[in-house]
């Protein structure tokens, strides 16, 4: 192989020693572009007047500064030119990486502009101000979202970092609206996943607004195609943005390097990949490797160099020759790799047979028309035939003679490099006996690839004696050039192997594979080469002429060892364009230059450079991109160059629009994987680097998946312990010592994470986060990949993130409660705070704390999961993090003065919710919270229970008997007390059942003594107001009497709710004795004052009987009353003796009946009442008749008896006095004794009743 230029050299020192400084330069070039140092002899040696004139230090500082600045900018914007050239190069011709399809889509992130217009629209649905219909159910879970997710400060520094997109802000929703309903009862014919999806549909109702709804479907479509698979003009665009790559420095870039050119891309690979075994081969023979952990891995090393290039040539070889032609893939034909290194000879070769060089063309022949037919009449019919030597035949449409035109097309196809066409021009026999029709002429054409494909004139050859002598034809033939041929055309050539004789030949250069391409020589109508040469491991180059070879005049050789093959070409610019192609298929290092570029070497007078292709123009060299693109990337630290590629895309996927919590996009991942097979990127540096900057980013607030942490520290780890996960066996010491740092770090970070899981983690954002920290965070701990840690070491390092994150918890909220900022500022003034302001601010503070231990159990529940061995750890920061709240909570509490109830909502407060939670009733602070309140508990009974009998005494003496609900003020207000009292207690919900059940017996004690001495003062007052009434007619049974009856009702009902305790079995029958005595207490009293008030009643009666006893028979009243009545009756109208007294009687008990019925509350003691009462009346008058069996009844007696029995039983009746009781044996008998004594007086004075009888009569008055 031909050595490089002393020009190549001296470039590739500029390289080296540029790369040794910082790696700051691009190689190739021989000027480094930099800035000169600013001159500093020239001040010397001007003198004093000079160093007078001469600008302070300061000042000489800064324009150091200034310089250095500028230096160090042209340095990086050379480095990002150079790494740009071989990220084009990735992009325009990849053969290892594809674009993956099967990565998570990523959202949309939300910005502080979108929250804030999230909240405004969250706000105006809240205010009504919206034409979105919704219950109330909806609008109150849209108002606990609002208040407490949309508004918190953790939403908002997450959305500041860039983690949150608004599938998160919907999911957030989602769960929070699903424990919702399904807390809701069930409704007929609406199931609750209806209801959550009318829910959801209003909530992105609310969450779109009033945006145009026909642009978001575009908008989710473009956002689709970015985001999965992008085109190389779209890579080109977003690596130029990455690195600030100017679009004109892409343009110059893209076509000096060829991009569009899949042969040169090709060819570069092939000659980057020569290098890098090139360089394995010096590291092999001067023994500088880099440093490992053990001397064995050196060898290692080199072997393992190898294989990845011969994997890298593997893949290469086994892309098709050319995209959209059929793929020459013959057997798979091994490369020499570099006969010096691998140290195998040309015997060893897979050589090319004739047989494997197959070509296949198509031609294209346009007939036009034919000039200068004479010899045929106009009229006649003339049409060519035109065929390919060896091939079918066509014919075009028949014409007139005089119009001989056609423009027909036949398509061919042939194996020939060099085809024989031959086209034929025909007439009709007319005559009968003719075979065949007659040819005019016809024409012979050797196309190739290179010729002309425009339509020309040809001479046709013409039969003896034609007429036609100046016959011609216009046609066209195109003759394409397969994918897989990449040069052809006349060449001298002279070799020592093949073309042993110094002569013009057709050759082609044909590309069989990716590795293997051949110089064939054709004959014409002849398919397979004459001869052929591999161009493998051959070194093309220009040459001077050779004065002794006749034929030819610009010359170039192909070298290789023991071999020498010389061509020559007619002018500049084909041997140019042979130079070119053939480069390309050596894969040779050295480009080949030639020695007078610019000189016009065309004799006639062309300008060659015109057209020379790009890679030669010196364009690029014009605007400073020569240095670039001819950089020999072997000499190039791509560690370094990726390590700053990856950053920079990172920093670049971190900044745009989509919440990518650092995954690259299935773009970048492409580029990034297809540049570290290409250049030879260690796998370990990859993931380090990626590691480094990910923690990097971490720690400066964005939002990275934890998942993504553990696959590149597991890829890490796995090597470093020499699982080989990619293959890579050898472990440098600085990857051993990067990883050692990382994982310190790393470890720093999860444990500094889950000491903020609230922060870091808000609301359980992103989804399963916290559950993957944890778990990587196991896996840092593991001291190596096979053996794991134990249980204890973890749960020691979470226990301790645990108890700071209560800390960290604690703090922040008594920041945002401003109770510890007041402190700080003006602690005279908090000590001076009133009490009760005290105390409002630890309840505060108590509703805060429990929202964020709901929180912790509603958002990060998926870290019980993870705590599945330890449950206990959560529990235990939640007494921590109680244990903070407990001093203030004491404090506030000791301010309060002694007696001091307001106390009583806090233990409400936090007592509902300790209680509820497994893990923390009655752990550590919930007991710490019974002590405080157990003595201020029974304080407060003690204290009410004197108050309570205060009470009774004190409102019974002045009690009027009013009447207050279901009885009087005093009663009124003593259930009550004693309800309100029960309903105190028992919303405590006191969690120790010990001493909730001894409160509870305690009140239920306290409300049957209460109860009984009510009932006792009851029955002494309403004994007491009995006795003072009359026992006239004019008897109206007063309220006072009422009101007392309805307290004993009244109490009777509250013995059941005050008095009876909820216990077990055990309790039941001891308890059931003493809570009987205060039933049968009541039930005494209810019936002792239904007697005492049933006795008045009758007294009334008795009364109206011994008014009626003064007319027994055989009395001086009685004689004296007949013989005035008889005698008076004789002159006027005589009033009816006794009906007064009747009527006043019937109106004393329906009267004293409706009061009974309106005031009493219980009617079933009412029927008790009027039976007593209707029973005591029957046996009052049955009594008073025995007594005068002997005597008849005086007509007066008899008619005011029956009027009062029959009505006494008409109003009872209606009253709902049983049958049984109305018609009971003592009515019977009263009822025959009188119809008996309205029978004598019908037969001894028949008029005397006046109509009044015992029959039932409907006319009788009222």
Not at 507 to 521: G, H, N, P, R
Not at 761 to 773: D, M, N, Q, S, V
Not at 1056 to 1067: D, H, R, S, T, V
Not at 1232 to 1241: I, Q
Request: glycine residues 4%.
């Amino acid at each position: 192989m031909l050595d490089p230029s002393s020009s190549e050299e001296e470039s590739d020192e500029l390289l080296d020693e540029e790369r040794r400084d910082a790696l700051l330069a691009a190689g190739g070039g021989s000027s480094p572009r930099s800035l000169p140092p600013p001159p500093r002899d020239p001040r010397g040696r001007e003198g004093g007047a000079g160093r007078a004139a001469s600008p302070s230090p300061s000042v000489l500082s800064e324009g150091r500064e200034e310089q250095e600045r500028l230096q160090r900018e042209e340095r990086e914007k050379r480095l990002r030119l150079q790494l740009y050239v071989f990220i084009a190069r990735c992009i325009a011709h990849p053969f290892n990486a594809k674009q993956p399809t099967d990565m998570a889509r990523r959202q949309q992130k939300l910005n502080k502009q979108q929250l804030q217009t999230l909240k405004e629209r969250f706000q105006a649905f809240l205010n009504g101000e919206t034409q979105i219909v919704a219950d109330e159910a909806f609008c109150n879970a849209v108002r606990s979202y609002y208040e407490v997710f949309l508004k918190s400060d953790r939403v908002a520094r997450m959305v500041h970092s860039g983690g949150c997109s608004a599938n998160d802000f919907r999911d957030v929703f989602k769960k929070n609206i699903e424990k919702r309903v399904r807390s809701l009862p069930e409704i007929d014919g609406l199931s609750k996943e209806t209801v959550l999806s009318s829910w959801l549909a209003k909530y992105d109702a609310i969450y779109r607004g009033e945006e145009d709804f026909c642009k978001q479907p575009n908008r989710m479509a473009l956002s689709a195609v970015s985001e999965l698979i992008l085109s190389k003009e779209q890579l080109y665009e977003m690596f130029q943005q990455i690195l600030g790559i100017k679009k004109l420095e892409h343009q110059l870039i893209y076509n000096a390097c060829q991009l569009d050119n899949a042969d040169e891309q090709a060819a570069q690979i092939r000659r980057e990949l020569d290098g890098r075994l090139q360089l394995a081969e010096q590291m092999a023979r001067e023994r500088k490797f880099p440093k490992f952990i053990t001397r064995e891995m050196e060898n290692m090393y080199i072997e393992e160099l190898r294989s990845s290039v011969n994997l890298l040539m593997a893949n290469l070889e086994s892309l098709p020759v050319s995209k959209g032609g059929p793929e020459f893939k013959l057997q798979k034909l091994k490369r020499s790799q570099n006969s010096a290194f691998l140290d195998i000879g040309d015997e060893n070769e897979v050589q090319l047979s004739k047989s494997d060089v197959v070509l296949s063309f198509t031609l294209e022949i346009v007939i036009m028309e034919v000039q200068g037919l004479k010899s045929v009449a106009p009229n006649r019919i003339v049409y060519c035939t035109m065929e390919v030597e060896g091939g079918e035949k066509l014919q075009t449409d028949q014409a007139e003679a005089s119009r001989p035109q056609w423009g027909t097309q036949g398509d061919f196809t042939t194996t020939h490099p060099r085809p024989v066409v031959k086209v034929k021009l025909f007439t009709e026999s007319t005559g009968v006996l003719a075979l065949e029709d007659k040819e005019l002429g016809r024409v012979v054409l050797y196309p190739t690839s290179n010729s002309s494909k425009s339509p020309d004139l040809h001479k046709m050859i013409v039969p003896k004696n034609s007429q036609d002598s100046d016959l011609k034809i216009k046609l066209a033939v195109r003759m394409d050039k397969p994918p897989h041929m990449k040069h052809c055309g006349y060449l001298y050539a002279l070799g020592q192997k093949v073309w042993k004789r110094w002569k013009k030949r057709y050759f082609v250069l044909v590309q069989v594979s990716q590795y293997t391409f051949a110089m064939c020589s054709y004959r014409e109508k002849k398919s397979e080469p004459q001869e052929l040469m591999q161009l493998e491991g051959y070194t093309v180059d220009y040459t001077a002429p050779h004065t002794g070879l006749q034929g030819g005049r610009m010359f170039f050789n192909a070298v290789k060892e023991g071999d020498t093959v010389i061509f020559a070409s007619d002018d500049e610019q084909d041997r140019i364009l042979w130079v070119q192609a053939m480069y390309r298929a050596t894969g040779q290092s050295y480009k080949p230059v030639p020695a007078s570029q610019a000189q016009k070497m065309n004799p006639k007078g062309g300008d060659v450079s015109a057209d020379i292709s790009p890679l030669y123009t010196d364009r690029g060299q014009k605007h400073g991109m020569e240095e670039f693109i001819s950089a020999n990337p072997c000499k190039f630290d791509h560690a370094f160059l990726f390590q700053l590629l990856q950053r920079q895309t990172l920093d670049h996927r971190l900044n745009d629009s989509y919440s990518c919590l650092g995954w690259f996009s299935p773009g970048q991942v492409f580029v990034l994987d297809e540049y570290c097979a290409r250049y030879g990127v260690r796998g370990c540096h990859r993931h380090l680097c990626y590691l480094n900057e990910l923690i990097e980013h971490s720690e400066n607030g964005s939002v990275i998946d934890p998942t993504l942490l553990h696959y590149s520290f597991a890829f890490c780890a796995s090597h470093v312990h020499g699982n080989r996960p990619d293959g890579i066996g050898t472990v440098s010491v600085e990857e051993k010592e990067r990883f050692e740092e990382i994982k310190d770090r790393l470890s720093s970070l999860l444990e500094n994470q889950i000491s903020h899981f609230r922060y870091c983690f808000p609301f359980g954002r992103p989804e399963g986060a916290l559950k993957a920290t944890l778990s990587l965070l196991e896996r840092v701990l593991m001291k190596d990949i096979a053996t794991p840690i134990p249980a204890e070491e973890v749960k020691k390092v979470v226990r301790k993130c645990l108890e700071k994150a209560a800390l960290i918890n604690y703090t922040r909220l008594t920041e945002y409660a401003k109770i510890e900022a007041t402190a700080e500022k003006d602690s005279e003034a908090m000590n001076q705070a009133t009490p009760a302001r005290k105390l409002e601010e630890v309840l505060h503070l108590a509703e805060l704390c429990i929202e964020v231990l709901q929180q912790n159990e509603e958002h990060h529940s998926e870290g019980r999961e993870a705590f599945a061995w330890w449950p206990e750890l959560l529990a235990e920061h939640a007494e921590k993090f109680l244990s903070l709240y407990s001093v203030d909570m004491d404090s506030a509490l000791e301010a309060q003065p002694q007696d001091s109830w307001d106390s009583f909502p806090l233990f409400q407060l936090l007592n509902n919710s300790l209680r509820n939670d497994t893990f923390l009733c009655n752990g550590k602070f919930h007991k710490h919270l019974q002590e405080i309140f157990v003595p201020m508990v029974i304080r407060y009974i003690d204290l009410m229970e004197s108050s309570i009998a205060q009470s009774i005494h004190r409102g019974l003496e002045q009690e009027s008997w009013q009447p207050v609900n279901n009885g009087s003020a005093t009663s009124e207000d003593l259930f009550w007390k004693l309800d309100a009292l029960q309903m105190f207690v028992f919303d405590l919900h006191w969690p120790e059942p010990e001493f909730a059940h001894h409160l509870e017996q305690r009140l239920k004690l306290m409300a049957t003594d209460m109860i009984e001495a009510c009932v006792k003062r009851t029955r002494i007052a309403f004994e007491v107001k009995l006795q003072k009434t009359n026992k006239s007619t004019d008897l109206r049974i007063p309220s006072s009497l009422c009101t007392m009856f309805n307290v004993l009702v009244d109490a009777k009902k509250q013995t059941a709710k005050l008095c009876i305790l909820e216990g077990g079995q055990e309790f039941a029958s001891q308890w059931q004795q003493y809570h009987s005595k205060i039933d049968d207490l009541v039930e005494e009293t209810v019936k002792e004052i239904i007697s005492l008030l049933v006795s008045k009643v009758v007294s009334v009666l008795e009364g109206v009987l011994s008014k009626l006893s003064r007319y027994d028979e055989g009395t001086f009243f009685s004689s004296l009353v007949s013989f005035t009545v008889k005698a008076a009756a004789k002159y006027v109208d005589v009033p009816k003796p006794g009906m007064d007294l009747a009527d006043t009687y019937i109106m004393f008990v329906r009267q004293n009946q409706d009061i009974l019925r309106e005031k009493v509350n219980e009617e079933m003691y009412i029927e008790k009442l009027f039976d007593q009462w209707y029973s005591g009346s029957m046996k009052v008058i049955c009594m008073w008749l025995a007594d005068r069996l002997d005597l008849q009844l005086h007509i007066y007696q008899l008619k005011t008896l029956i009027k009062i029995v029959k009505k006494t039983y008409r109003d009872f009746r209606l009253q709902g006095v049983m049958e049984g009781t109305l018609n009971s044996k003592t009515y019977d008998t009263v009822h025959s004794r009188l119809t008996v004594e309205e029978a004598t007086v019908s037969v001894t004075d028949a008029g005397g009743l006046q109509g009044i009888t015992m029959k039932d009569s409907d006319e009788e008055e009222g």
